[in-house]
T-cell receptor
Framework: AQSVTQLGSHVSVSEGALVLLRCNYSSSVPPYLFWYVQYPNQGLQLLLKYTSAATLVKGINGFEAEFKKSETSFHLTKPSAHMSDAAEYFCALSNDYKLSFGAGTTVTVRA | NAGVTQTPKFQVLKTGQSMTLQCAQD?????MSWYRQDPGMGLRLIHY???????DQGEVPNGYNVSRSTTEDFPLRLLSAAPSQTSVYFC?????????????FGPGTRLTVT
């Protein structure tokens, strides 16, 4: 069975500060890992994905994530938060065409 | 390409009513899925299809039916709506690439059951 755990349902950061969202996974086979962002009342947008080509994955809007097999983690970071980063973020895993999602982390950005 | 489209965007039902959520994609993707999103639970897979005429259950299939008569369409039917089915529903289509599967999501349908 595969699963995703996102640590922290809410994260609050100051504008310009580091954003760190934590994701741990469990999978019996090497997984594909994803981060999605959802802005209020909108659908899901793919931020980045890990496909085993490189452990450090760069995505859109200045986000990146590092795959660490020894820690079964795929944490998402952004060096400097912007007000427009306020949204809900989902980590997801797939071994095929179906996705297993974490519970989500809501990010608020303080001016 | 319109991508993945869903109708309606919003719907209010009374308990016991039935309805169909429509999903269509124009990318000729083989795989399609339905997810529901609830606060604090992320998205959970309801049903999925690996091609026309082939469907299977996901994590939370009870109370929902699907069929896939064409590659393009994958409707989700609520047989007898219950308040527990109040949720946001997302349809997705996907295809296989050299780096796994590429997923495309529709804009969602917000359903309220009273």
């Amino acid at each position: 069975a595969q699963s995703v755990t996102q640590l922290g349902s809410h994260v609050s950061v100051s504008e310009g500060a580091l954003v760190l969202l934590r994701c741990n996974y469990s999978s019996s086979v090497p997984p594909y890992l994803f981060w999605y962002v959802q802005y209020p009342n909108q659908g899901l947008q793919l931020l980045l994905k890990y496909t085993s080509a490189a452990t450090l994955v760069k995505g859109i809007n200045g986000f990146e994530a590092e795959f660490k097999k020894s820690e079964t983690s795929f944490h998402l970071t952004k060096p400097s938060a912007h007000m427009s980063d306020a949204a809900e973020y989902f980590c997801a895993l797939s071994n095929d065409y179906k996705l297993s999602f974490g519970a989500g982390t809501t990010v608020t950005v303080r001016a | 390409n319109a991508g993945v489209t869903q109708t309606p965007k919003f719907q209010v039902l009374k308990t016991g009513q039935s309805m169909t959520l429509q999903c269509a994609q124009d990318m000729n993707h083989e795989y399609m899925s339905w997810y529901r999103q609830d606060p604090g639970m992320g998205l959970r897979l309801i049903h999925y299809s690996v091609g026309a005429g082939i469907t299977d259950q996901g994590e939370v299939p009870n109370g929902y039916n699907v069929s896939r008569s064409t590659t393009e369409d994958f409707p989700l039917r609520l047989l007898s709506a219950a308040p527990s089915q109040t949720s946001v529903y997302f349809c997705a289509s996907s295809y296989v690439t050299g780096g796994g599967y590429e997923q495309y999501f529709g804009p969602g349908t917000r359903l309220t059951v009273t």
